[in-house]
């Protein structure tokens, strides 16, 4: 249940010390992105971690702030809880901004936020830029609560690419767009500004494809780890598949080899590149078809380039969702912003070989040419020749397939497994380390939980 969110107080109920264990730890997870259900990996990750909890509820107590239009709070559990806020200065107020693909808010500081994070053991930032991460910093270090962070897109890669683009279309094919150095500039500035939240952080958890941060984490200081990706592969499998339930639906040729996409159709993503490599492709004589699942700004440029041989879905999830991927033959996401996409790992759940950028999908493959197909080059070539070659070598594609499932099984965590051995001890290593040094006590239950019980 959605229920409208009033003015919160900010004192402090009885207190109970978290030491005696007769209570639970209480933790804030903050996400500076929308919550809706369209929205990407970073934002799902914690609905699923919301899940997992709500699974295991003995000793932990979470509640996941996201920006929403209207504030408001779902109860998941008697011990979950998400709350929506609005932003204060959204990036979707600026003209020039309105294209991203997740708005976020630009604001220094969100009061309404600071009002409610008062009753935590642990702070838990997911980025380190924002209005969220920037209020929990100041609220964290004016009263003795510990924060932890953990980072789940590689934010100035992504500023560098969206601000190349944005200015690209400003500045209209101007030749003065190739000596705008603003982009880069923009780019190094959220690096700076990861460097001083992590030295606010008692521990970071870096998600896979980012360990080269551990350096930049180990050289403010702090501990830091790999926060793995879960996967449900009970949902996600190859028993999954109905290739003519698929084509059916869809108006999709019999002899099709089709090609899937899962995410933003969005040209931060490289989609663009994707599109190129299956013209290649067909010109190679292989009878491509490409099934995007998602949303985004470049599903024109792609049917005009792809025609009769693309079918935009638009969003999916869940059983539907699933199919998709056990229907299809290969997974092509050719995106270099990602730090560890879920989609990767479903797809391969489902039993279907993965064609990805070292940068973006790499961490997720175990052995390139195995389990997937790990690609350094941006040339449509190449990316077409990996597509003709599994469709040429029949056997090949299947074993791959049959490789990227049984690496899901034996490697790849469940989210349960992902909150009980990679969040639970480090929140509650950073709680108690809060009580040894400075005997903080703490509310029970949280504030939001009082004003807003389950109903």
């Known amino acids: 249940?959605?229920?409208?969110?009033?003015?919160?107080?900010?004192?402090?109920?009885?207190?109970?010390?978290?030491?005696?264990?007769?209570?639970?730890?209480?933790?804030?997870?903050?996400?500076?992105?929308?919550?809706?259900?369209?929205?990407?990996?970073?934002?799902?990750?914690?609905?699923?971690?919301?899940?997992?909890?709500?699974?295991?509820?003995?000793?932990?107590?979470?509640?996941?702030?996201?920006?929403?239009?209207?504030?408001?709070?779902?109860?998941?559990?008697?011990?979950?809880?998400?709350?929506?806020?609005?932003?204060?200065?959204?990036?979707?107020?600026?003209?020039?901004?309105?294209?991203?693909?997740?708005?976020?808010?630009?604001?220094?500081?969100?009061?309404?936020?600071?009002?409610?994070?008062?009753?935590?053991?642990?702070?838990?930032?997911?980025?380190?830029?924002?209005?969220?991460?920037r209020t929990a910093e100041s609220y964290a270090r004016g009263n003795g609560i510990p924060l932890v962070t953990s980072l789940h897109t590689n934010t100035p890669a992504l500023t560098l690419a969206q601000s190349r683009l944005i200015f690209a279309r400003l500045l209209n094919g101007s030749p003065i767009a190739r000596t705008v150095r603003l982009p880069e500039y923009i780019g190094n500035r959220m690096q700076r500004r990861l460097i001083r939240h992590l030295k606010h952080c008692r521990y970071a958890h870096l998600s896979e494809g980012m360990r080269q941060l551990g350096e930049t984490a180990g050289c403010c200081g702090r501990e830091w780890g790999v926060l793995r990706r879960g996967i449900d592969r009970d949902l996600f499998h190859p028993a999954k598949r109905d290739r003519s339930r698929?084509?059916?639906?869809?108006?999709?040729?019999?002899?099709?080899?089709?090609?899937c996409y899962v995410g933003r159709i969005d040209a931060s993503k490289q989609v663009g590149l994707l599109a190129d490599a299956a013209v290649g492709a067909r010109n190679a004589g292989v009878p491509v078809h490409v099934v995007m699942a998602g949303e985004g700004g470049e599903c024109r440029r792609i049917q005009e380039r792809l025609d009769?041989?693309?079918?935009?879905?638009?969003?999916?999830?869940?059983?539907?969702?699933?199919?998709?991927?056990?229907?299809?033959?290969?997974?092509?996401?050719?995106?270099?912003?990602?730090?560890?996409?879920?989609?990767?790992?479903?797809?391969?759940?489902?039993?279907?070989?993965?064609?990805?950028?070292?940068?973006?999908?790499?961490?997720m493959v175990r052995e390139n040419g195995t389990d997937g197909i790990v690609l350094a080059s941006d040339e449509a070539d190449e990316w077409a020749d990996g597509i003709e070659r599994l469709y040429r070598d029949g056997g090949m594609c299947r074993r791959m397939g049959r490789s990227a499932r049984g690496e899901v099984e034996r490697h790849r965590p469940t989210w349960d497994e992902v909150l009980t051995e990679d969040l639970l001890p480090v929140w509650r290593k950073a709680a108690n380390v809060a009580q040894a040094s400075s005997l903080q006590w703490d509310s029970r239950p949280p504030l939001i939980a009082k004003v807003f019980p389950p109903t």
Request: with cysteine.
């Open 308 to 363: 009769a041989d693309v079918t935009f879905t638009g969003f999916l999830g869940g059983e539907e969702l699933a199919r998709v991927y056990a229907s299809a033959d290969v997974l092509v996401f050719p995106s270099r912003i990602e730090i560890a996409p879920n989609v990767v790992l479903e797809a391969k759940a489902s039993g279907l070989p993965v064609m990805v950028t070292k940068e973006g999908g790499g961490a």
């Open 246 to 259: 698929l084509l059916e639906d869809y108006g999709i040729s019999s002899n099709s080899f089709l090609l």
């Open 1 to 133: 249940m959605n229920q409208k969110l009033g003015r919160v107080p900010v004192a402090r109920a009885s207190r109970v010390c978290i030491a005696t264990n007769k209570t639970p730890l209480c933790v804030g997870v903050l996400v500076d992105l929308e919550r809706h259900p369209a929205a990407g990996g970073h934002v799902k990750f914690w609905e699923r971690i919301g899940a997992a909890v709500a699974r295991n509820p003995d000793g932990i107590d979470l509640t996941v702030h996201f920006q929403g239009d209207e504030p408001g709070v779902e109860h998941v559990a008697p011990n979950v809880r998400f709350v929506h806020l609005p932003p204060v200065f959204s990036t979707r107020r600026i003209k020039w901004l309105s294209t991203l693909p997740d708005h976020t808010d630009l604001a220094p500081r969100h009061n309404g936020l600071a009002s409610l994070l008062g009753n935590y053991d642990v702070l838990h930032t997911t980025d380190a830029y924002f209005a969220y991460a």
